[in-house]
């Protein structure tokens, strides 16, 4: 479950507010200096990662019917990359779905530290409809451009196998983005 952050008034906005009511403040509350940040604010959600902090990786796993993808917080700070990874397929339309469905949100990476996903880019390898692709792009948040990965780089051979693909969110680890998918 998510908690919504307090609403943090500004001091200048506070001081109006407190004038319009007719009510008078000379002096901000104890251990806070007026224009510093609030504990509210001080407690924000870090800001979106930069393309530049962030580095892709993805590979095929034991099951050639999965891809596991990670990407790593090059910075020294946290940041947010979108909790659901854009995952595409060659010159095909459309996007892997997420596995739970969900929306968009921030999933926070701590400075230095990875997130994991697991792709299931096809449930039955002999599938009459699968198409076949030459590369995936991977993209830790949808504002970003990501990187593309050839099947060879994947581990893959010339091509790979796509049909109804389903991503988890990011995980804390390879073992739980499995799990996510029911693989283990």
Not at 102 to 113: C, D, K
Request: proline share 8%; charged share 20%; aromatic share 4%.
């Amino acid at each position: 479950m998510r908690i919504r952050p307090a609403l943090a008034v500004p001091g200048v906005a506070a001081a109006l507010l407190l004038a319009a009511s007719g009510t008078s403040a000379t002096a901000a509350p104890s251990g806070l200096s007026a224009g510093a940040p609030s504990p509210s604010q001080k407690a924000a959600a870090p800001a979106r990662c930069a393309a530049k902090a962030l580095r892709l990786r993805a590979e095929q796993s034991t099951d050639p019917r999965v891809l596991h993808v990670r990407v790593t917080n090059r910075s020294a700070r946290a940041c947010t990359i979108d909790r659901i990874p854009t995952v595409t397929f060659g010159d095909l339309d459309g996007a892997a779905l997420p596995k739970p469905a969900g929306e968009s949100g921030p999933y926070r990476l701590a400075g230095g530290r990875s997130a994991y996903a697991s792709v299931l880019t096809i449930a039955d390898r002999a599938d009459p409809e699968a198409r076949r692709v030459r590369s995936v792009t991977v993209s830790a948040d949808p504002s970003l451009a990501g990187r593309s990965f050839t099947a060879r780089e994947l581990g893959a051979g010339a091509t790979v196998r796509v049909w109804e693909p389903v991503t988890t969110w990011w995980k804390p680890s390879v073992a739980a983005a499995d799990r996510a998918l029911g693989l283990r």
